[in-house]
């Protein structure tokens, strides 16, 4: 259980990593650029994929992690 616990871990760093645009906004929010901060960006294609896999890759962990502290 654990070993699959530090593969999704390990996967949820390399995702989280992948997503670039996300990061843009964020730092816009730092350093007070609104340029395009709110505009209404949909996801398309690989992103799209990527942010499904982190969610699923984020539940998995979230689930093993309370079924591990349940044993």
Avoid: H, P, Y
């Amino acid at each position: 259980m654990e070993v699959v616990l530090l593969i999704i871990s390990i996967l949820l760093i390399a995702l989280a990593l992948l997503q670039s645009a996300k990061a843009d906004g964020a730092s816009q929010i730092i350093s007070g650029g609104n340029s395009d901060l709110f505009s209404q960006r949909k996801e398309r294609g690989s992103e799209l994929v990527i942010t499904r896999i982190t969610w699923v890759l984020g539940i998995a962990f979230f689930v093993i992690c309370l079924i591990m502290s349940f044993l």
